[in-house]
């Protein structure tokens, strides 16, 4: 069974900037050969999660608009961890975040759909105060 688990959440101040890693395993194949497609949602209190960046198996990134130029989304393929670096935050960046993945996928359709993705973390809370 696949595990994803996120970690590195906590408070910060507006202007300030938290790196976020999320730790996949379980794969029941080769995972270093093959690849996965993943990504990072939010879900702030009061609203419907979204799609902050994801990567597909060819190492194309998406960003949402709203977190381009500010968030960096990295891997490190050999130890099946993926990094959210999240820099310049401001309060609206306050939410949950998940990671998820999609294993043996080359790419994707809608890297920022929910449902593209099979399993989930439980998500680890970030807020920025002002």
């Known amino acids: 069974q696949v595990q994803v688990e996120e970690s590195g959440g906590g408070s910060v101040q507006g202007g300030g900037s938290l790196r976020l890693s999320c730790s996949l395993s379980?794969?029941?194949?080769?995972?270093?050969?093959?690849?996965?497609?993943e990504a990072w949602f939010r879900q702030a209190p009061g609203k419907a999660r979204e799609g902050v960046a994801a990567?597909?198996?060819?190492?194309?990134?998406s960003y949402a608009d709203s977190v381009r130029g500010r968030f960096t989304v990295s891997q490190d393929k050999v130890n099946h961890i993926l990094f959210l670096q999240m820099d310049a935050l401001k309060v609206e960046d306050t939410a949950t975040y998940y990671c998820?993945?999609?294993?043996?996928?080359?790419?994707?359709?809608?890297?920022?759909?929910?449902?593209?993705?099979?399993?989930w973390g439980q998500g680890t809370l970030v807020t920025v105060s002002s």
């Open positions: 998820a993945t999609r294993p043996a996928c080359i790419q994707i359709g809608r890297p920022m759909a929910q449902s593209e993705y099979k399993y």
């Open positions: 379980g794969f029941n194949y080769d995972s270093t050969r093959a690849t996965n497609c």
């Open positions: 990567l597909d198996g060819w190492g194309r990134i």
